[in-house]
């Protein structure tokens, strides 16, 4: 730092945040109030911003800054010379006035500099104005710090009479806010907020605050006093760090492999809802683990907020680990407490496990039909009959292609069954468990692992990265469900606008996607969404090629973010290719073709010859009549294309992309030589038919992989 500079610290004390959000919330006050701050010209060369969330506080210090901004040069436009000067060269009252507005006089007419403004001659004046003090600067920051966080609900609340500043009686910010800090070095800011006037003294833990209030001597000591005297771990990162440090020291301590669940959210909740985090281990009654963990995990996560600990198999043990907020000497009372309030949620998770195995799955698909699914698509009852019928018919495409690789008869029992969970208890009170309890429910039914799996695995992939369905029964059934989703709503207009996408289509028309390309299932896209509109009936509209198109845009996307460029999935794509397991040999066929010594020749060609055919009236027929081949240019074109097109094209419907393209590079010198010497539009109409025929076989051969001319810069 220079001997001006000091660092800033900026605090608002307030009552606990929405844990959820509070991240976000400290993350966004520092950036902002920096962003702002330098704007400004009020932070130095290196100024860093460090961001600070508990709680009960949003805080930010940021190094570098100067208690008033450096002066600034300013250029004044004020008018065309011939209107601020006379014929004399003395100033006008008009511009006298505007130098008056600007706080100068007539002395300063001999400074005014004269430029080129458009067609006229323009008067300017050049001033410095100071710059910005820094309660002036930091009042700015701070009130769109405040104004631009992303609050996920504001509340109304009153002030206290006596506390707030004057013009101030109610409030609207995320929660009530009770104090105000802003220290310039050790000098305390004249700015205010949210009917607060700033100074130096903040709180520290509710409980265990060695001192209250607490006075900060300046911005510098803010963490250490706070955790010193207020027993706070104000910096998010730190407070996270010790936790899942704690965490792992507290499995290691139960020892035989032991570990916490893994999940980012959860710590963040966590984090947000202590100020100096106590790890305990605790238990629960080990007749709890009949119950499937899946449920009792979430219980323990979703309304307690707890680590469960799993052993070295990754099974539920029947230790769990509670992040406290404080740390008494005897910590048997927090312990015993947690271990209390966890057995009724893990006895009513039993209860509804126990319950729900009463009645099969079969016996529940009738209620479906009182479960509305949409108001244009009927109940979920419907909607199970059009899984069923679309993973039937998929099922009969696949066994065509490949014989026996699906089971017809477990398809369509899975299918049925897919949403009978819907109507049990457990999913009722964890509608996250759809699916995984169908399996345990399908298992104890004595229908097997194969259905089983197939239900559980028919809403796979929920999310980028998630796994696929582990058997082709499975397959079959979460292709019929996306499909049956895409298609409905494809069909009655609800399509995705902008970041809008309430139904999740897009991650829908990626789950298909990734299904038929990891999966490399030999089903064409355009049959698929073929097979699922008749399930509708009359229902629907017919938005098969709206659907098709969509997730073609969606592939697009994911080829690019896999690092392929937009010519080559441009060029993969232009032809709609409806086995998507190929796309990726396509596009690496493409790339090797590109680095050829010809690809560019080619490509330009190909470009060019699909313009003529464009241009030319009617529909080009691939015919050439060999009497009619004039110039000796288009007989080797004509020889070349009869010589390597039927092998290029034999090739790419073997799946041999690039030995396909490798083979085409050989016509560069034919092409190149047709197009400089023979003239395409012929005056004599049999002619240019003729050569037009010519172009046209040359453009089907070389586009069997790819539209090359995609590629053509």
């Known amino acids: 730092m220079t001997e001006s500079t000091a660092n800033l610290l900026v605090e608002l004390f307030v009552e606990e945040l929405p844990p959820k959000a509070l991240r976000k919330l400290g993350e966004a006050f520092a950036s902002v109030l920096h962003d702002k701050l330098t704007a400004q010209g009020l932070t130095g060369a290196g100024s860093s911003v460090t961001p600070f969330a508990s709680p009960r506080r949003l805080a930010a210090l940021v190094t570098n800054v100067l208690p008033q901004a450096p002066q600034r040069a300013v250029q004044h436009k004020l008018m065309p010379v011939a209107v601020g000067l006379d014929a004399s060269g003395q100033a006008t009252p008009a511009l006298l006035k505007k130098l008056q507005a600007l706080g100068l006089d007539a002395q300063a007419v001999a400074t005014l500099r004269r430029a080129a403004d458009g067609k006229a001659e323009t008067l300017f004046a050049d001033?410095?104005?100071?710059?910005?003090?820094?309660?002036?600067?930091?009042?700015?920051?701070l009130d769109e710090a405040l104004a631009k966080l992303p609050i996920p609900k504001v509340m109304t609340y009153q002030l206290e009479s006596g506390c707030a500043l004057p013009g101030w009686s109610s409030v609207q910010f995320v929660r009530p806010a009770h104090g105000l800090v802003a220290l310039h070095g050790a000098d305390v800011v004249p700015v205010q907020a949210l009917g607060l006037q700033a100074g130096r003294v903040t709180h520290g833990h509710r409980f265990e605050a060695a001192t209250d209030p607490i006075t900060l001597a300046d911005a510098d000591s803010y963490e250490s006093t706070l955790a010193s005297q207020g027993a706070v771990i104000a910096s998010f990162e730190a407070r996270r760090a010790d936790i899942a440090r704690q965490l792992q020291a507290a499995a290691a301590a139960v020892g035989q492999g032991a570990r916490p669940i893994e999940d980012d959210a959860l710590l963040d909740e966590v984090t947000a809802l202590v100020e100096r985090p106590n790890v305990l281990t605790c238990a629960f009654d080990e007749a709890f683990l009949a119950v499937?963990?899946?449920?009792?995990?979430?219980?323990?996560?979703?309304?307690?907020?707890?680590?469960?600990?799993?052993?070295?198999?990754?099974?539920?043990?029947?230790?769990?680990?509670?992040?406290?907020?404080?740390?008494?000497?005897?910590?048997?009372?927090?312990?015993?407490g947690n271990e209390r309030v966890v057995r009724p949620?893990?006895?009513?998770?039993?209860?509804?496990?126990?319950?729900?195995?009463?009645?099969?799955?079969?016996?529940?698909?009738?209620?479906?039909?009182?479960?509305?699914?949409?108001?244009?698509?009927?109940?979920?009852?419907?909607?199970?009959?059009?899984?069923?019928?679309?993973?039937g018919a998929i099922a009969q495409a696949w066994n065509k292609a490949m014989p026996g690789a699906v089971d017809g008869p477990q398809v369509a029992t899975a299918a049925q069954l897919a949403k009978a969970d819907l109507l049990t208890d457990m999913v009722g009170e964890f509608p996250e468990l759809q699916g995984t309890m169908g399996a345990y429910y399908a298992r104890h039914d004595g229908l097997g692992d194969v259905v089983a799996h197939a239900i559980e695995d028919h809403y796979k992939p929920r999310f980028a990265g998630d796994a696929l369905a582990r058997s082709n029964v499975g397959l079959v059934v979460a292709l019929a469900d996306k499909l049956e989703t895409l298609v409905g709503l494809f069909g009655i207009g609800q399509l995705p606008t902008g970041d809008r996408d309430p139904f999740a289509l897009r991650r829908h028309a990626l789950g298909v996607v990734r299904m038929l390309v990891d999966k490399k299932l030999p089903l064409?896209?355009?049959?698929?969404?073929?097979?699922?509109?008749?399930?509708?009936?009359?229902?629907?509209?017919?938005?098969?090629?709206?659907?098709?198109?969509?997730?073609?845009?969606?592939?697009?996307?994911?080829?690019?973010?896999?690092?392929?460029?937009?010519?080559?999935?441009?060029?993969?794509?232009?032809?709609?290719?409806q086995r998507l397991a190929e796309v990726a040999q396509r596009l690496q066929a493409v790339r090797q073709f590109a680095a050829l010594p010809e690809a560019a020749a080619l490509a330009a060609a190909n470009k060019r010859v699909g313009n003529i055919l464009k241009k030319a009236e009617g529909t080009v027929q691939p015919v050439v009549k060999a009497e009619l081949l004039a110039e000796p240019a288009e007989k080797a074109l004509a020889n070349a294309i009869q010589t390597i097109a039927p092998t290029a094209i034999n090739m790419a419907a073997s799946g041999q992309f690039t030995q396909s393209l490798f083979l085409l590079a050989e016509l560069k010198a034919p092409v190149d030589a047709f197009f400089d010497a023979v003239m395409v539009n012929a005056d004599d109409p049999a002619l240019r038919a003729n050569r037009l025929g010519l172009l046209a076989q040359l453009h089907l051969a070389m586009n069997r992989v790819a539209d090359l001319s995609r590629l053509a810069q």
Do not use: W
Request: hydrophobic share 45%.
């Open 292 to 336: 499937p963990q899946e449920c009792l995990i979430l219980t323990m996560k979703a309304n307690q907020k707890y680590f469960p600990l799993l052993d070295a198999d990754g099974q539920l043990t029947h230790r769990f680990l509670v992040v406290s907020n404080i740390s008494p000497a005897d910590a048997s009372a927090v312990v015993g």
């Open 524 to 577: 064409d896209l355009n049959a698929l969404i073929d097979a699922a509109q008749p399930a509708f009936g009359t229902l629907i509209a017919d938005a098969r090629s709206a659907l098709a198109d969509f997730i073609f845009d969606r592939l697009a996307v994911n080829l690019r973010e896999q690092g392929y460029t937009a010519h080559e999935v441009d060029a993969v794509l232009a032809l709609r290719p």
């Open 127 to 141: 001033t410095t104005v100071p710059g910005a003090t820094l309660a002036e600067g930091l009042q700015k920051a």
């Open 345 to 391: 949620r893990l006895a009513d998770a039993k209860f509804f496990f126990d319950q729900d195995r009463k009645k099969p799955l079969a016996d529940r698909v009738a209620g479906l039909g009182r479960v509305v699914y949409h108001n244009k698509l009927g109940t979920q009852g419907e909607r199970s009959v059009r899984v069923a019928a679309i993973a």
